[in-house]
């Protein structure tokens, strides 16, 4: 089973290049503009959305902020590029902890596996440090 990615853009011709990307490694891609997006994503089902603005503004944020806030999109994913394909905006699924959710990267396939991850793949151990100082009974004694 191939993994759908629905590409919204402001334009249709600006995701051409990335779309054939995609293809050529095995994804099925769809396009939309912004006008249409939620309606497409209900409609095909995509695993992932990729929101791609030609022109960083109103129409693309607001595609973005819908999807997001749209309880029928919260078990997909969603990328937006930052800053003319360099940076990436990962949004896993919104059904996860928090912490969990938001990672950036700098390329597409990385951003769409990282969006696909299980949940339950073991993060980044945090410091016990600042527990295990918190837990001593330190007492100071001042030497005049």
């Known amino acids: 089973m191939r993994i759908r990615v629905l590409m919204v853009n402001g334009e249709m011709h600006p995701t051409a290049a990335d779309a054939e990307m995609l293809k050529e490694r095995g994804f099925a891609v769809y396009n939309c503009t912004d006008d249409i997006a939620t309606e497409v994503a209900r409609e095909i089902k995509p695993d992932v959305i990729f929101v791609n603005p030609d ?32 940076v990436y905006l990962v949004n896993k699924k919104r059904t996860g902890s928090r912490d969990r959710r938001n990672i950036i990267t700098d390329n597409i396939i990385d951003g769409i596996r990282s969006s696909l991850l299980d949940e339950k793949t073991p993060k980044c151990k945090k410091r016990e440090s600042i527990e295990l100082y918190n837990s001593l009974n330190i007492s100071y004694r001042h030497s005049a």
């Not at 503004?57 to 973005?64: A, D, E, N």
């Open 55 to 86: 022109n960083p503004g109103l129409g693309s944020t607001k595609v973005y902020h819908e999807i997001l806030d749209d309880v029928a999109f919260a078990s997909i994913p969603v990328i937006y590029t930052l800053s003319e394909d360099d």
